[in-house]
């Protein structure tokens, strides 16, 4: 054998942070895709090896291993010899037979039509915004009736969290639920709070949703809808409670504040402002969920942003609200702000 | 005010890093978007500021701002303040005035062509193989060229290692490159040993660019190249060294069995056969980059994995060759296998 020499081990930089970075749609694409294949269902009804999750997926042995691999590394398996298992989360959220099932917001997460505004992001950064002109934000647009359909499982702890800050059992509450979407937030506060009133205000095509979902929590009697965009119908008034859940990162400052005016002149004095949104600190840079979302805002909105909370505090002012304060609804990557009218 | 009540604090499952992975995407293609924008350059240039370096990128502010927050929370830049600077490795590798820059393997690592491979990840699973049939895999396909001219920045400092390792200086040696594309293993030899010769096998139009880069390295008297796929062409024989580095991962056991048979009967005995190769651990999910490294090629191959220590010793057994000893090439993840023949 040619003799060899081996050097002490230099110090070398090396590109591993680039090459990982590279790879990391990979992620996205292979949670996709064990969604698609009913994997983490499969593997919690019972089967445990490659071949056996493969003949239960209807896929191939070594696609399926490889998979199964992949998922362990990224922490949604465990494996121990080459049998796979669930962990804690995927139970609770990958297998669809768990009530907590999250596998609408992988599919609307990782669909095309989100990817795709990421897919030339020079241009997007060029243009400072959506090259489609709108990203998501187009009126009436079908992504909204989807993305309601899609995120119950991912916003119903938060709305939950929610709902147990401001929902105060026990008082009389006229409650407008803007942008309602899913209309989980609402519903959580009429389901905890037996005197409470919801309005929900959002497109017609997307209340159907909420008006849904209202009618499986049982509150369908205290639960009813304003069709149209927020910005432009008469949203009533003498509301106690406003909660504005993960809207007002879809647009820049100055509307804000117009909309904030607005949900002013319709609240009662004393009442409560509940905003619940994911806010980084004022670094911008952390903590990495909250700070990270900037992007998404990027790539679907015109002048979006993941704002800090002394931007919102300066835009409750400016509408002419009082103080406002953060309360995180750790473990869960948002924070609700509650801010006095 | 209403009165607000805040539980304390609830263990709760939270599907964050569902959240987080259906994002990952996002991560791939802001480096890309970064690396068209010559974002790193203009700030190694003396851009900090969103407004200076949009200014120079020709983009907006408010994307260049959210792009650079993005970048620095995934480590690709530091911020203090507003300002933003480059992180060593940024400096080294993005910044095309370095001599390492490396902006052409993000290039080809985050091209359509091979993001595309990714896109129905379910599809690849059920099949067990690329959906176009062939991947990558095409013969004279100039994807290898791209990747032939691309890969030099990340496989330099490999190449070097493993010259470092193998090349004898001060002893005559015939050494055959094995798939040789950008020809930097053997050229990486031939510098370090002047009385290597080097003998490169590769498709006509990639071994266009070894020879180019066989004689920017000053050694093209001594590097020679044999056109046509190293499984169809004679390949000569009585080589001191061969060296197969990033190709058995391409195929499956079978085929690389075969093509080791073939390399036994061209070496001389007591010849050394060096393999570079991204080794998982048995376990195959660690480390975490090689083992990841199975998923490329599930999506751009139809055999080929990233294979185990082992699995490699049972294919150089099953050629003929002697025992192997592995090589860590720390910092790097890549792995360097010595086999005797």
Known sequence: ?????????RQQATPSLIFETLHRYQHTMALKAAIDLELFTHIAAGATTPAVIAARCAASERGIRILCDFLTILGFLRKSGSDYSLTRDSSLFLDQHSPAYAGSVVGFLSSPVTLDLFRDLAGVVRSG????GSGHMLPDNDIWVEFANSMVPMIAPVADAVANAVAVPGRRL??????????MFGISVARRNPQAEIVA???KNVLEVAERNAA?????????GIPGSVFEVDIESRYDLVIVANFFHCFDV????????KVWTAMKPGGL??????VPNDDRISPAIAASFSMNMLGATNGGDAYTFPEFEG?????????????????????LILTAR
């Open 174 to 183: 006229k409650v407008l639920d803007i942008a309602a979407g899913h209309g």
């Open 273 to 278: 402002l509940a905003t619940v949104e994911l």
């Open 1 to 9: 054998m040619t003799n060899v020499q081996i050097l002490p081990e």
């Open 129 to 132: 915004g959506p090259l489609n």
């Open 254 to 261: 100055p509307t804000n504040i117009g909309l904030l005016k």
């Open 216 to 224: 499986r929590a049982g509150v369908q009697d205290r639960f009813r």
């Open 315 to 335: 835009m409750f002012r400016a509408a002419g609200f009082d103080g406002s304060r953060m309360q995180l609804l750790e473990p869960l990557p948002h924070a």
């Open 201 to 203: 205000v959002d497109w």
